[in-house]
């Protein structure tokens, strides 16, 4: 497997959803990421460092550079537990819990984050309050997203052979017939 290739795709990707987006500084951006599905296996079957590692290559460094709160969804195996800066957990007020992830407890991406957030923790959950993110390979992270999720549409759709959803999140519009929005909800579209 070429893993610059993964960095590479993982980058356009971000890349991708970063400039479509509206987001704020200090926002969260959740990242769910099956290893074993970017080498070609069925989700938690084949762990992989190496991958994980090309992967948060690309996704660290972006999300970090954007103003960005970097979460990681852990497996079911520690109950999707979050990895994430404790900066974040504080701000979000966010409940820590005690456990860390492993490559088969949590997975190798999770793992990665763990060893690369600075001063890290985990949290049992960012209580649906994420801004935007990347599901790489059916991990499921719409949970940890604000309503309402929007889908981001690119002509890539894979990273190795992981297929990958891109998802921001809009203000609910309320309201009956005679309800008007303003501009910049529009622009969440």
């Known amino acids: 497997m070429d893993y610059s290739e993964l960095t590479r795709q993982a980058a356009e990707a ?16 959740i990242v769910g990421c099956s290893t074993s599905e970017i080498t070609g ?7 992989s460092q190496e ?32 990895c ?8 979000y007020r966010l409940q820590e819990v005690w456990v860390r992830p492993w490559l088969h407890a949590g997975g190798a991406f999770a793992t990665e984050a763990f060893s690369r957030i600075p001063d890290r923790v985990m949290v049992e ?16 992270i719409g949970m940890h997203l604000h309503p309402v999720v929007v889908p981001v549409h690119t002509e890539q ?11 921001k999140t809009r203000p609910k519009y309320v309201g009956g017939p005679r309800a008007q929005y303003h501009e910049d909800a529009q622009a969440h579209k």
């Open 14 to 29: 971000v890349d991708h959803l970063l400039a479509s987006a509206q987001y704020r500084e200090g926002d969260i951006f």
């Open 41 to 47: 296996h069925r989700i938690g079957s084949a762990s």
């Open 51 to 82: 991958a994980a590692k090309a992967v948060m290559d690309a996704i660290l460094s972006r999300v970090t550079e954007a103003g960005l709160y970097l979460a990681v969804q852990g497996c079911e195996h520690i109950n999707r537990a979050i």
């Open 84 to 91: 994430t800066s404790r900066a974040c957990m504080e701000r």
């Open 125 to 140: 959950d960012v209580a649906a309050q994420a801004a935007l993110g990347i599901d790489i390979g059916g991990t499921l």
């Open 157 to 167: 759709r894979k990273i190795g052979e992981a297929s990958f959803i891109l998802a």
